[in-house]
């Protein structure tokens, strides 16, 4: 193939500015949340609004298009029997004003080159850049051996429900990435096991502790019977561990509150488990009680799965592990588990090495949610052909490919990484409030994209 004209591609994707930026407004304003599902909406009426928007936009250009049952949707251009698939997605999470946004979500708003918006970087953004990259490789009359095809899914945020029936459809890639994670390129996605721990028999009153499981828990409360554990002792543990507490006293009961710091679940040791301190804590302060002794033999202070018998690692990263939520009801405790485990082991490895450790007479533990990982070596032709390209076009190789704890669209469809959108050292503010991107950076994606996508052709 001959070689792609970088210049070329760059003034092209220039003179689309003010059609991005027309593009990713409309699709913005449209409030893509998942709502209830209706008769030919499966994800509500506001994602298809939005995945018809798009393709109506793709369609104008030229591109052959097609709605996947109102799940997905994809454009394409080429021949061929093989696939080069762009995935992005059009739904959003939610956002309102009162939130802390300093303007309207559903309103994008431009301020000194910088957009704001719910969505302007996950993902439609990058949606929109991917539209910009397929209309340049079309206008350049660059030779498409293969089908190269922008897929839009519509239920990213809510279990992928839009891939899983798109690939029932149409089956899967034979390359492609989803610009739905970072750059410069994600080769591994670390495998999930997802579910908890149900206590057998406790002395504890009451326990409430942590907002989600994905999430180190940044604070616990517990109601347990004045004077059965030593102050002393429990106030010595925590003051050794620099641990914020309190303690109320109440006639027969004592409340003690315990502060942690919160972090994803995927990164346990950047945060501090208040749960793990607290229960440890009682544990040290002589306060006798089975649940206790079962969360401290299997869970304690570690985040690397050592007492579940699972403290593995490859040369691509560490198995992790966090108990995030905790609550008691009817006299039953039950808490979270979320672990993350190594690109090249899979689900019944790892499940093979804690099964010695999943129950005994305190307490049980139980993983419903079992996702296998993925893993493309970085010197893979996947791999490095579209890290050359994001080399290509910023001159960034400080930044290396990496392998992350979370997952991305890449884990539903085979022969995938996630590639975009996000630049590194960003925090675009996804998922939260003022969420932003900048127009430089989305000419940039563009650019990026029509360079990986001509790299994938050549493979
Ligand atoms: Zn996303």
Redesign the pocket.
């Given at each position: 193939m001959e070689k792609l004209d970088s210049k070329e591609v760059k003034k092209r994707v220039q003179a689309y500015k003010d059609e991005m930026l027309t593009r990713l407004d409309k699709l913005v304003a449209i409030n893509s949340v998942m709502g209830e599902a209706k008769e030919n909406a499966p994800f509500g009426e506001k994602p298809l609004e939005a995945l018809n928007v798009a393709l109506d936009m793709l369609k104008e250009d030229g591109f052959e298009t097609a709605n996947v049952d109102n799940y997905a949707g994809y454009a394409q251009m080429g021949q061929g029997d093989e696939v080069i698939g762009v995935i992005g997605?059009l739904d959003v999470v939610p956002a309102k004003k009162s939130d802390g946004w300093d303007t309207d979500p559903f309103t994008m708003v431009e301020k000194d080159g910088t957009l704001y918006g719910r969505g302007v970087s996950?993902?439609k953004g990058a949606v929109v850049a991917s539209m910009i990259a397929m209309k340049v490789i079309k206008d350049m009359g660059i030779p498409v051996n293969k089908r190269v095809r922008l897929i839009m899914g519509t239920n990213?945020e809510n279990g992928s429900k839009c891939l899983e029936h798109y690939v029932e459809k149409e089956g899967h890639v034979d390359y492609g990435f989803t610009p739905?994670g970072d750059f410069p390129a994600i080769y591994g996605e670390k495998g999930i096991l997802q579910g908890g721990y149900v206590s057998k028999k406790t002395n504890i009153i009451d326990i409430e502790g942590g907002t989600v499981a994905n999430a180190v828990p940044g604070k616990v409360t517990v109601k347990v019977s004045a004077g059965s554990y030593s102050s002393e002792k429990l106030d010595k543990f925590f003051k050794e561990n620099k641990i914020p507490y309190t303690v109320e006293n109440n006639g027969d009961v004592d409340t003690i509150e315990v502060t942690g710091v919160a972090a994803h679940a995927s990164t346990p040791t950047l945060g501090v488990n208040a749960i793990s301190y607290l229960l440890v804590g009682l544990k040290n302060a002589d306060f006798s009680d089975a649940f206790v002794d079962f969360y401290c033999t299997h869970f304690g202070l570690e985040t690397n799965g050592a007492m579940m018998g699972a403290d593995l690692k490859d040369e691509y990263g560490d198995l992790t592990l966090n108990c995030g939520v905790i609550s008691m009801k009817d006299g039953v405790i039950e808490g979270t588990v979320d672990i993350r485990f190594p690109v090249t082991l899979s689900t019944k490895e790892v499940l093979d090495h804690m099964k010695d450790h999943m129950e005994d007479e305190n307490g049980k533990v139980s993983f419903d949610t079992q996702v296998e990982p993925l893993f493309f070596a970085p010197d893979s032709a996947l791999v490095s052909s579209l890290y050359e390209a994001y080399v290509d076009v910023t001159g960034d190789k400080e930044n290396k490919p990496m392998v992350i704890g979370g997952g991305t669209y890449a884990k539903e469809i085979n022969n995938t990484i996630a590639f975009g959108c996000a630049f590194p050292g960003y925090d675009y503010r996804i998922h939260n409030t003022n969420e932003w991107v900048k127009i430089d950076e989305l000419l940039l994606q563009a650019e990026i994209y029509v360079h990986g996508i001509i790299k994938l052709l050549s493979i």
């Open positions: 997605h996950d993902d990213e739905d």
